[in-house]
């Protein structure tokens, strides 16, 4: 029996968690994401990368609902996305996500938005909450810069606490969404390296970024998209040193020739 219930655990420990089956997307008559298949499982780091308009992010977008699907699924933890209201609250809570854009609330310190959601949606004890807020805050090198408001803080600073206030909602899988495109080039490094732990300490992350760097140092699985549809994935090593596709080959050529 011992045997048994040890192997459904290590099944249930490195299982899917995040699962896409035939999803497609359209913006009016674009086909942004066409028959994606894609599973994540617990632990892993994916990186999403391909040429502008590819579809990445839209592909990120949908696994927090931000964006409906046209046809296909979406499972997380075995569960559909729900289509509103509280259930898709919690969903937001189980899937942290962190944009281009910081989204703080510009009218909260940095220690209520990292407050804010865990009491709200979590329904977490006020001084606990702060407790977790700071904890979190000191992870990602922000400490210090508790009680200021957003207007306060770098580019950096703003998106590590936007990293940390996903964070604190406890989620199973975080999404980046080019989290480092609208920084300045001495900050993007500061930011990869609080996600570059986050990646080492075992969370479940799917990152659409151009940071090459990352991809290879960071990831288990390298996605590559162009128009709407996944042409390859492969591991890191695999895609930088021998990519399979044309279009892999030709993306390459451009981006790491610069």
Sequence with gaps: MTAVSVATEDKAATGELVVLNSVNKH????????DIDLTIH???????????????S????????????DSGSITID???????????ARLRADVGMV????????????????????????????????????????????GAQADKYPAQLSGGQQQRVAIARALAMGPKVMLFDEPTSALDPEMINE??????????DGMTMIVVTHEMGFARSAANRVVFMADGRIVE????????????????????????HH
Excluded: W, Y
């Design 42 to 56: 617990r632990g892993e780091v994916v990186v999403v990368i391909g040429p502008s308009g590819s579809g990445k």
């Design 58 to 69: 839209t592909l990120c977008r949908t696994i927090n609902r931000l964006e409906t699907v």
């Design 191 to 200: 930011v990869l390296e609080v996600m570059k732990q986050l990646a080492e």
């Design 99 to 142: 944009f281009q854009s910081f989204n703080l609330f510009a009218h909260k310190t940095v220690l209520e938005n990292v407050t804010l959601g865990q009491v709200k949606v979590r329904k977490a004890d006020a001084r606990k909450a702060e407790e977790t807020a700071r904890a979190l805050l000191d992870r990602v090198g922000v």
């Design 27 to 34: 913006f009016g008559a674009l086909h942004v994401l066409q």
């Design 233 to 256: 994935e492969a591991t890191p090593d695999q895609f930088f040193s021998n990519p399979r596709s044309d279009r892999a080959k030709d993306f390459l050529s451009k981006i790491l």
């Design 78 to 88: 075995g569960k559909p996305l729900p289509a509103e209201g509280k259930e898709l």
